[in-house]
């Protein structure tokens, strides 16, 4: 690790868990020269954060080293409208699952990666739903009428508001404020 410090601004998180910040126009290389020229050979993770207020995403690549000791978390911001960024599939070939799974929940397209077509949701035509405008509770009113008429069709929103007050009319009711 101490070799790539020399290269890269890396900041260690814990003993084994280390992260690196990059540019877009760079994610590639780094992602090239970490896989080629160190002992970082396995993508364990790709993960999709939504920074909605920030209009962008972050991906991260958690990369696993040869003695499976050491990880590196290497993140990138991107836009959230039209996004495309250069698959990894040719450095990590398990990349191709990650990336087709991000491609159906955050709408973010890989260049290179020929699968990105229905994983998960068959069919799916509304935006895609780990975004975080998504909303869950009209796509769900709009499309499943298997709560109608029911007793206990409630607002999960009013029913954690209420819960939440109850709850903190008891620890008040105990002494705690």
Not at 51 to 72: A, D, K, P, V
Not at 104 to 118: A, H, I, K, P, S
Not at 134 to 159: C, I, M, P, W
């Amino acid at each position: 690790m101490q070799n790539l410090m020399q290269h890269f601004e890396i900041i260690q998180k814990t003993p084994t868990l280390y992260a690196l910040h990059v540019s877009i126009e760079t994610l590639f290389n780094t992602l090239h020269h970490l896989r080629y020229q160190s002992d970082f050979i396995t993508l364990s993770q790709l993960t999709c954060t939504d920074w909605i207020e920030e209009e962008r995403f972050e991906l991260g690549y958690m990369l696993t080293n040869l003695e499976r000791n050491c990880n590196l978390m290497v993140k990138c911001f991107i836009g959230r409208d039209d996004v495309t960024v250069a698959s990894v599939v040719t450095l990590f070939p398990q990349a191709e699952v990650m990336e087709r799974e991000l491609h159906e929940m955050f709408g973010v397209g890989f260049e290179g990666n020929d699968t990105l077509y229905d994983f998960a949701l068959e069919d799916w035509q509304d935006l895609p739903p780990m975004r975080r405008e998504f909303d869950t509770l009209a796509y769900v009113q709009s499309h499943y009428d298997f709560r109608d008429g029911r007793d206990d069709n409630l607002d999960v929103k009013e029913q954690i508001k209420i819960r939440k007050a109850a709850a903190k009319s008891a620890k008040e009711a105990q002494g705690g404020a």
